[in-house]
C-alpha cells in the first residue's frame, strides 16, 4: 500500500498590517514614544503593551521596521526615541544670543532630518560666567515646541565659555560691545574695570563674567584688534569669529629660518624642462608647474609640485603648527597662510628661473584624454616662467600656437571628463577690489576662463594618479571624499525643479550629469545662478577621509589632493605617503602618521569649513561696506529663499544677499506655500516666488556684521505674480499679516 505524506501549511509570515493579538500597533508605538520624555528601552515597551516572551521577536521586527521608516530614531542597542527627538541629556554648543541677552544653542550631534532643533539656554547660575557663541555644555533638555527645546547646562564640557567679538562703544564709566555675529542679538555690559581701554569703534575680543541672570550680560575685553572704520579690519573680524591663528609658534619660525636651497642629490633633474606656474595675478605662493608636449597617439602631461615634505617633517615644530591651520586662508587683504612666509612664499614657492624641489607625476594621456600610464618621482625644477591666467588666455587667443600643448591636453581631458558626465556647477565667486588705503573699490564676478579650467583639469587628473598609487602600494591615503546628495535633498530639490516644470530621476538613480543635463537646460536663462545655488546646496559636502568612497562630483572612484601642499596639510600627507611607498627618502609618512589618520582627518575637515565660513563671512562684510553709502537706492534682484517671515533677496549687481522681511511686503494676509516656494497673498492674490526677479530699495547695510535689509517696491516692475483664489492652499495655522 503506497503511503501518502501529507504536506504541512507552510506558516505565513506575521505582518506589521496584521499584528498577533500581543503586538501593538505602529501608530500605537508611535504614540507611546511621542508622550515619553526620553529615550525607551525594548524592556518598558513590551511591558506597556503586554507583549509576551512569544512575541518578542516579533516586536523587535516590528521595531526595525519602524526605524527603517524614519519613524523612529535608535539611540541605543535597545532603546529608541521618537524621530528627531533629542535625548534628555546632550552635549550643545552655543550659536547665539537673543534679545534678551540669552544663550541659544544647537546640538553638536544631530542626525535627525532636515535643520537641527533650537536650544533655549536658561541663565546661568548666579556667580558663572555667562554662554557666549562657541561654548560648548552638557545640557538637561526640555522640549517645549516641535523643534524646540529648553537647556539648563549641567556641566561645562570645557573652561571656554565662549568668545564675544565685537564693536565697543564708551558709555560712561565703562561700555557695551555690539556684537559682530547677526546671530548675537543683543549687547554686552563691560564695567568700568575691564574696558582694558578701548575706544568708541575699536573692534574687540572679549570674554563673558559672571552676573545676574537677567537683563544685560557683563563681559571682560580681552584683546583690541583696530578701529571699525578702517576698511581691513574686516578680515579680521572674520579671523577672530573663527578663531583662526595667525601668529606662528617660536620653534616652527625658527625652523623656516634654517630653511635652504634644495641639493639634487638622487633627484631627477627636470631644469631643463619646460615647466610654468600659471596662476592669479594677485598669487605670491607658487605650488604647482605644468608642461605638455606630444607623444606618439597622444600627449605627455608633467605636473609638478612644490616639495614641502623636504622642509616640513613629521612631528617637527613646521608640522605641529601645519596641522593646527589645517590650511591657509584667503581674504581680500592678506593671507593667514599655513606655512610661515620664508616656505610659503620662499623656499616651497616655484619661482620663475629658480631652482627648486619638487615632486612630479608625469602622465601619459590617448586623444580622447583617456590615462596610460603615470611615474611619479622626486626632482629638481626650474620654472622657465610665471603666467597669470589672464596672460596665457590673451597670448592662446592672439596666436593659438601659443600654449598649444597645454590646451591639446585640455581639449583632451575635457572630452574625457564629459564622457564620464560630471557635476560642472557654474557659480561666479566674487572678487573683491580693495584701494591702497583698504576702502573697497568694486566688487565684481571673477571672471572664469578656459585657462582656470586647463589647470583645473591638470591638477584632478594628478589628483586621481596620486590615490591610484597610494593604493597600489596599499598606503594609507588622505582622500578627498564627495559622497552623493541625501535622499531628502535630492526629493527638496526635485519638488524646486518641478516649480521650473523640470523633472529630476530619483536618488537611487541619479549620476552627475543627470544633475549636469539639468544646469545646461537652464543656462543662459534668468534662472541659471538660482539653480546653480539650489543645486550646491543639495550636494553633501566633500570632506576628507582615509576610507574611501570616491567623489561624486566629480564622477571619480579614486581621488585625493596632491596638488597643493603649501596650503593644504591633507596634501602634505599624500606626499609624505607618496615618498614612503616609492622609497623616495626618510621624510615620508610615519607610524605616528598613520595611527591618527583618521582624527587628522576630521581635524582638516573641520579647519577647511572654518576657513571657508570666514572668507564668506568676510566676503559679506565688505559687501556691507560697498553698500552702507547707497542705503534708499533701488537695485534690481530674485528672490533666492522664502520663508513665512519674509523674503532673501540676492542683488544681480554684486551678488550681495539680504532679507527682506513680511513688514516690507503689501498689506495683506500672506500665506506660505512651502511646495511652490511662495508667499501668496489672501487678498491682493499677490504671489511672491523663488527665482522671480524683484526690485528693491536697500533699507539698512551693517558692515559690522555683514546684514543687508530691503524693502520690497510694489510696482509693475517688482514681477510679482496674480494668482486666482482657488490656487490659494488651505492654512493649518493662522496666516502672517503684515500690518
Known amino acids: 500500500m503506497k503511503t501518502v505524506h501529507k504536506k504541512s501549511r507552510p506558516k505565513l509570515p506575521k505582518t506589521e498590517s496584521q499584528p498577533t493579538q500581543n503586538l501593538p500597533t505602529r501608530e500605537a508605538i508611535k504614540s507611546f514614544l511621542a508622550a515619553a520624555k526620553g529615550k525607551v528601552g525594548m524592556r518598558e515597551i513590551a511591558q506597556a503593551f503586554g507583549v509576551g516572551p512569544n512575541d518578542k521577536k516579533g516586536l523587535r521586527g516590528l521595531m526595525k521596521s519602524l526605524e527603517a521608516d524614519g519613524a523612529l530614531d535608535r539611540v541605543g542597542p535597545k532603546q529608541f526615541n521618537e524621530a528627531g527627538r533629542l535625548p534628555e541629556n546632550a552635549v550643545v554648543e552655543v550659536t547665539g544670543i537673543d534679545r534678551d541677552g540669552e544663550a541659544l544653542a544647537r546640538p553638536v550631534v544631530w542626525e535627525g532630518q532636515g535643520r537641527p532643533p533650537i536650544i533655549f539656554m536658561m541663565a546661568e547660575a548666579r556667580g558663572q560666567p555667562a554662554l557666549a557663541p562657541g561654548a560648548r555644555v552638557l545640557a538637561r533638555l526640555r522640549r517645549v515646541g516641535p523643534d524646540k527645546y529648553e537647556g539648563r547646562t549641567l556641566k561645562r564640557i570645557t573652561e571656554k565659555t565662549g568668545s564675544i567679538i565685537g564693536v565697543f562703544r564708551a ?9 559682530t555675529d547677526k546671530k548675537q542679538k543683543a549687547e554686552w555690559v563691560v564695567p568700568a574695570t575691564e574696558t582694558m581701554g578701548a575706544s568708541t569703534g575699536e573692534i574687540v575680543r572679549a570674554e563673558p563674567l559672571p552676573g545676574s541672570g537677567y537683563g544685560p550680560k557683563p563681559a571682560r575685553v580681552t584683546e583690541c584688534l583696530g578701529q571699525v572704520t578702517d576698511a581691513r579690519s574686516v578680515s579680521l573680524i572674520a579671523i577672530a569669529t573663527h578663531e583662526i591663528p595667525v601668529d606662528f609658534p617660536d620653534a616652527a619660525l625658527k625652523e ?31 605650488d604647482d608647474a605644468v608642461f605638455a608636449e606630444p607623444m606618439g597617439n597622444g600627449l605627455r602631461l608633467i605636473v609638478a609640485i612644490a616639495d614641502v615634505a623636504h622642509y616640513v617633517k613629521p612631528a617637527s615644530g613646521l608640522d605641529v603648527s601645519a596641522r593646527e591651520r589645517g590650511n591657509s586662508c584667503y581674504f581680500p587683504d592678506r593671507v593667514v597662510p599655513m606655512l610661515p612666509e620664508a616656505l610659503s612664499n620662499g623656499w616651497c614657492s616655484l619661482k620663475p628661473h629658480e631652482d627648486r624641489g619638487c615632486l612630479f607625476v608625469e602622465m601619459f594621456i590617448d586623444t580622447q584624454g583617456r590615462k596610460q600610464s603615470h611615474k611619479f618621482g622626486r626632482g629638481l625644477m626650474r620654472s622657465a616662467a610665471r603666467k597669470t591666467y589672464e596672460e596665457v588666455q590673451a597670448e592662446h587667443d592672439a596666436n593659438p600656437q601659443a600654449h598649444a600643448n597645454l590646451y591639446a591636453a585640455f581639449a583632451a581631458l575635457s572630452a574625457a571628463r564629459t564622457a564620464r558626465g560630471t557635476l560642472d556647477l557654474d557659480l561666479p565667486e566674487r572678487k573683491v577690489e580693495l584701494t591702497p588705503d583698504g576702502q573697497v573699490a568694486s566688487i565684481a564676478p571673477r571672471p572664469r576662463l578656459n585657462s582656470h579650467r586647463l589647470i583645473e583639469e591638470f591638477m584632478i587628473l594628478a589628483n586621481v594618479c596620486a590615490a591610484e598609487e597610494l593604493e597600489r602600494h596599499k598606503l594609507p591615503c588622505m582622500y578627498r571624499l564627495h ?60 570632506e576628507y577621509g582615509p576610507d574611501n568612497i570616491g567623489h561624486f562630483g566629480l564622477a571619480l572612484t579614486k581621488y585625493a589632493h596632491f596638488t597643493s601642499p603649501i596650503r593644504r596639510y591633507a596634501d602634505l600627507l599624500v606626499h609624505r605617503a607618496l615618498i614612503t611607498g616609492l622609497k623616495l627618502g626618510k621624510d615620508g609618512l610615519t607610524e605616528a602618521d598613520i595611527a591618527k589618520f583618521a582624527d587628522t582627518a576630521e581635524h582638516i575637515t573641520a579647519t577647511e569649513r572654518r576657513a571657508t565660513l570666514a572668507e564668506r563671512d568676510s566676503t559679506d562684510r565688505y559687501l556691507a561696506l560697498y553698500l552702507q553709502h547707497r542705503v534708499g537706492e533701488l537695485f534690481e534682484g530674485r528672490i533666492s529663499g522664502v520663508t513665512k517671515f519674509g523674503l532673501f533677496v540676492t542683488l ?20 506660505h506655500d512651502e511646495a511652490s516656494q511662495s508667499l501668496i497673498g ?46 490659494i492652499p488651505p492654512q493649518k495655522s493662522k496666516p502672517k499679516r503684515r500690518r
Open 256 to 286: 623656516a629660518e634654517r630653511a635652504k636651497a634644495t641639493p639634487l642629490g638622487k633627484r631627477t633633474d627636470l631644469r631643463e624642462v619646460g615647466l610654468i606656474t600659471i596662476d592669479g595675478a594677485d598669487a605670491r605662493d607658487f
Open 171 to 179: 558709555e560712561g564709566a565703562g561700555g557695551r560691545i555690539e556684537p
Open 682 to 727: 489672501k487678498r491682493t492674490r499677490l504671489s511672491f516666488q523663488l527665482a522671480q526677479n524683484i526690485d528693491v530699495r536697500l533699507a539698512e547695510a551693517k558692515p559690522v556684521t555683514g546684514g543687508l535689509l530691503f524693502n520690497i517696491i510694489t510696482s509693475a516692475t517688482t514681477g510679482a505674480l496674480r494668482v486666482p483664489k482657488r490656487f
Open 483 to 542: 559622497a552623493p546628495p541625501s535622499p531628502e535633498k535630492i526629493d527638496n530639490l526635485r519638488s524646486f525643479l518641478a516649480t521650473l516644470d523640470i523633472s529630476l530621476k530619483a536618488a537611487d538613480q541619479l549620476h552627475p550629469r543627470d544633475l549636469d543635463h539639468v544646469l545646461k537646460l537652464v543656462a543662459g536663462t534668468d534662472k541659471a545662478v538660482l539653480v546653480n545655488e539650489t543645486m550646491l546646496r543639495s550636494q553633501s559636502q566633500a
Open 652 to 671: 544681480n549687481e554684486t551678488g550681495a544677499s539680504g532679507f527682506a522681511p513680511m513688514a516690507s511686503l503689501p498689506d495683506d494676509y500672506w500665506v
